[in-house]
């Protein structure tokens, strides 16, 4: 069955940096567009970034340009975000998620596989 599992998450200083990774199974990564959401306690789950399929196009949300990255490595159906520069408001459950097709949004309901989620604290 397809699967998507992260890893990385943990606690990290305000200002630090953290490499978040999800490991695709059961499925191509070359042929779907990959996406990052977050959730914070008490918030609604917010896209974060994904990379298209077809030409490897990203997007970011607004509060996090300049400071995160998403990448992919479909030979080891792998995606990548690494993040730096967290703010505590950034304490949140990353996931990853991937889309039915090969360009990315951030409407939730494109997304038919997710991950477990990883926890990201940053905290002095």
């Known amino acids: 069955q397809p699967r998507f599992v992260e890893s990385g998450g943990g606690l990290v200083q305000p200002g630090g940096s953290l490499r978040l990774s999800c490991a695709a199974s059961g499925f191509t990564l070359d042929y779907y567009a990959i996406a990052w959401f977050r959730q914070v306690p008490g918030k609604e789950r917010e896209g974060v970034a994904y990379i298209s399929a077809s030409d490897d196009s990203t997007l970011y949300g607004d509060s996090v340009k300049g400071r995160f990255t998403i990448s992919r490595d479909n030979a080891k159906s792998t995606v990548t975000l690494q993040m730096s520069a967290l703010e505590p408001e950034e304490t949140a459950v990353y996931y990853c998620?991937?889309?039915?097709?090969?360009?990315?949004?951030?409407?939730?309901?494109?997304?038919?596989?997710w991950g477990q989620g990883t926890q990201v604290t940053v905290s002095s």
């Open positions: 998620a991937k889309s039915m097709g090969m360009v990315g949004t951030f409407t939730r309901g494109e997304y038919d596989l």
